[in-house]
Structures are given as C-alpha cells and as structure tokens.
C-alpha cells in the first residue's frame, strides 16, 4: 500500500487498533522511515493526546455497559463503569469523529480537485471556441472544402490563422498523430500543429497566427506523435485556401 492509502489509517495504529494489513503496512513504512508516514503518524500521535486529556469520563447507560462488556467478555454484574473504560469509550469516540471528519475533508478535497480539472477543461475547451470564432468571423477569412473520405471545412484568415475542421476521419494508429501544413506556392511545406482525431471521427484543429501571405495549400498527413519538420506520407487530403482542388 502507499502512504495515500495508508493515512486514513494512522490515528487507529496510534491508538492501537488498526487490523490487518493496514496496521503492518504502517509498521513496515515506519521501519524504513517513510517520512510522509511518518509526519503523518506524529500528527496522529498529537490528536489522540489533545482528545484524551480533554476526554471526559463519561457514565454511560447499564445497557450499552452490558453490551460492550458482554462484547470484550469482561461482564461484571454489581459492579460500576471502570473510570478506564469510561474514557477508553470516550476516547474512541472522538476518534470516530476526528477520522468521519477527516475523510469527509478528505472527500470533499477530492471533489473540489474533480470540480477544478472539469473546469480547467471547459476553460481550455472556451479558449479553443473563442479561437475558431475569431478565424471564423475575420474579415480576410476564405472558406475551401475538401472530400473524397475524410471531408471538412479550412478557414484561412491570413491575420488570424487557419481553423480545420473535418469528419470521417479514422483515429491515428499507435504513436502516430496527424499534422497539418500550410504549403506556400512554390514552397516548402510550413508545419502547422499536431492533431487527433475523436473517436467518432471528428477533428477540429486551430493553427492561430499570420499565416504567410504566399499560402496556397493546406494539407494533413500521418506522422510520428513527435511531428516532423517535413511531410514523410502522403497527404490524406489537400485544399486551396481559396477552394476544392480537382
């Protein structure tokens, strides 16, 4: 187990009544001196002596006295709560709070990391948006389509940059990723950014930016994940800027 495991654990081993295998996987982390495990079982160590020096010895009522008695085999009839016991039983409910309250502390920093990646996502995923309106909405942008398998949409903004979106197009095989290019006339493919595909197919790929005013093409092909600073297939669809080529 690893000590994330592990620290719900550690106020029951200070007190004595952590089970198996917790309570030797504690032991076994402290024995080689694990410092998380460590830091964490000193803090266990100052909570339970803060809650049994408050501990109010406490009289609880004959039946639960019988039930607990009747439980540890040490039922003694005529005789009153040991003043031990009292506080052993008060002790091991404060535990009972302090470790409820911890997990729930612990849950609920679960859920606001949750919450905080969900919405580190959506705002990535805004940001995406906001960038293709832009190239959607500029005033130089010019629209060409391509088809013949994969099929989509390029929009070029020459002041904004180049957004593709595309459908019908397979997810890339195992380390390998698409990239796409913009191609001047009568120049050397420019790389353009790294893309996958969804599982259904889709893709929407934004390469903000000036794009070179001598752009004529833009093209996809399969590369390594790492990208290549030039082509090494075959495109898998190519446009003009200004519209379908033949």
Known sequence: MNCEELRDQYELYAIGVAEEPERGEIREH?????????????RAR???????????????????????????GVEQPGFGWPPFLALALALALSLFAVVYFYGREHDTNKEVARLSNQLRDQSIGLTRMNEAFAILNGADTTVSSFGGGPKGKVFTSRSQGVLLIASNLPQAPAGKA???????????????????????????????????????????TLEDQAG????????????????LLP
């Not at 100052?46 to 607990?68: C, E, F, Q």
């Not at 290549?228 to 519209?243: C, D, E």
């Open 228 to 243: 290549a600073p030039q082509p090494t297939s075959q495109p898998l669809f190519a446009t003009s800027v200004r519209g």
């Open 46 to 72: 100052d909570v339970t002596a803060i809650l049994g020096g408050s501990a109010t010895p406490a009289t609880p009522s004959p039946k639960l006295r019988r039930r607990l008695l009747a439980a540890v």
């Open 178 to 220: 698409y990239e796409m290019w913009v191609i001047p006339k009568g120049g050397k493919p420019v790389p353009a950014g790294m893309f996958q595909s969804e599982a259904n197919g889709t893709a929407m790929h934004i390469q903000r930016g000036p794009v070179d005013a001598n752009a004529d093409l833009v093209a996809v």
């Open 30 to 42: 402290l024995n080689r001196g694990c410092e998380v495990c460590m830091a964490g079982m000193k």
